[in-house]
């Protein structure tokens, strides 16, 4: 801001408020900028959280707000720890995290590797490769969804080839076994992208005279790749199983549209059967005990993750 302009402002403010802020400390006129975030962060976290904790004690249901509320306790805690349905959600939930993280960290690094090389072309290769993660998981599903119809789906054909059925015999979305193998291939191929960026910034951080140094030493390519590359890319690693870990637990809007998550199928994932206990069932203070739970369960594996990768940084 220009003098004059400075100028034009004192001049407009009035006298009584001026005196105020001239004899504020430098610190009350900090918090006076800050205070309207932390209100934000207050009125769309905090309360929320607090609100959804206070519910979760209750048998409160959103569709009936005339009925009187009673406390139940922890009898909506104790419910949803023995019923034998959502250990099932759980494992269905954990087997999708398994392999999504498993097969996106794996192709992911391979082409931070490959593209890290520098061929020619790989800048137009590496666009290429990060297109999948730009687009709506609404549009990724649809797409996807159409290419496992199974008349005319591209991946009935291949598994019918390799099988020896008819690929109009079956309908691969509908097969108990193949169901939750479709979604980790839709989302390994939207998110490995995003794993191979974190890794491409891991392998690039990695100075150069190290790797000359390593070849002064008569190391092997095979020695330096388990020696430098590997340790010095893990902490990237780390930080993408992170990321995609969070994401995929609560993955909502892609399993949705490719399957439905019907209740009681292998697709049937911890968010979705929150959303049917909060919206279709209209059990409130049970779905808040369960979005507890879930809270509490994804908050301290991350912890726990966390401290292992600040390990990890400091060797």
Known sequence: M????????????????????????????????????????????????????????TNFRANRLNREVEWVG???????????????????????????????????????????????????WTTVIVLPMMLSPAVVGNFWKFLYQP?????????????????????????????????????TWMWTPFVMLICLAGLRSIPDYIYEAAEIDRASKLRQFLTITIPMVLPFLMLAVL?????????????????????????????????REAFEKWRTGYASAYAIILFVTVFGLASIYVKALNKVKER
């Open 2 to 57: 220009s003098d004059g302009a400075m100028d034009r402002v004192a001049k407009a403010t009035p006298p009584r408020i001026a005196r105020k802020i001239k004899g504020m400390s430098d610190r009350t006129v900090a918090w006076l900028f800050v205070a309207p975030t932390i209100f934000l962060l207050l009125a769309i976290n905090i309360f929320p959280l607090v609100w959804t904790i206070r519910l979760s004690f």
């Open 243 to 275: 990321f995609r870990g969070i994401e995929n637990f609560k993955m909502f809007d892609l399993v949705v549209q490719l399957t439905g998550g019907g209740p009681g199928s292998t697709t049937e994932l911890t968010s979705i059967n929150l959303k």
């Open 74 to 124: 922890l009898r909506n805690y104790e419910r949803i720890l023995t019923d034998s349905d959502i250990w099932l959600n759980m494992q269905a939930t954990a087997h999708f995290l398994f392999w999504t993280i498993f097969f996106q960290v794996l192709i992911g690094f391979t082409l931070a590797y490959l593209i890290n090389k520098n061929f020619r072309g790989s800048p137009f």
């Open 151 to 187: 008349q005319i789906g591209l991946f009935n054909y291949i598994v019918g080839y390799f099988t020896g059925r008819d690929p109009s015999s079956f309908e691969m979305l509908g097969q108990v076994d193949l169901a939750p193998w479709s979604i980790v291939i839709v989302d």
